[in-house]
């Protein structure tokens, strides 16, 4: 059973930085995609981010040039380093994996991070 694993939301000001983390496990095979959406009270869940194998990288137009995602493929996990960071990012955070595409089929549970002063 695959369960993927979040770390690292929280409580940041204004400009400030944090680091997520998501770990898989329970698969023998290695996700074609691995990324992160977010869900902000009364909205609905957007992609910020995913890193998909031979095909690079996507963000949102928000959070260009201010997010990087990474990924170990080692250690089967993704990473988000969020820079810079605005109240308008205050949400909360899922990961995903998609097996051969790159449309989610596993979730993490979610972690929040709240940007505020």
């Known amino acids: 059973q695959v369960q993927l694993v979040e770390s690292g939301g929280g409580l940041v000001q204004p400009g400030g930085s944090l680091r997520l983390s998501c770990a898989a496990s329970?698969?023998?095979?290695?996700?074609?995609?691995m990324g992160w959406y977010r869900q902000a009270p009364g909205k609905q869940r957007e992609l910020v981010a995913r890193?998909?194998?031979?095909?690079?990288?996507n963000y949102a137009d928000s959070v260009k040039g201010r997010f990087t995602i990474s990924r170990d493929n080692a250690k089967n996990t993704v990473y988000l380093q969020m820079n810079s960071l605005r109240p308008e990012d205050t949400a909360v955070y899922y990961c995903?994996?998609?097996?051969?595409?790159?449309?989610?089929?596993?979730w993490g549970q979610g972690t929040q991070v709240t940007v505020s002063s």
């Open positions: 995903y994996a998609g097996r051969s595409t790159a449309l989610p089929d596993y």
């Open positions: 329970g698969s023998i095979f290695r996700f074609y995609a």
């Open positions: 890193t998909t194998d031979g095909a690079g990288t």
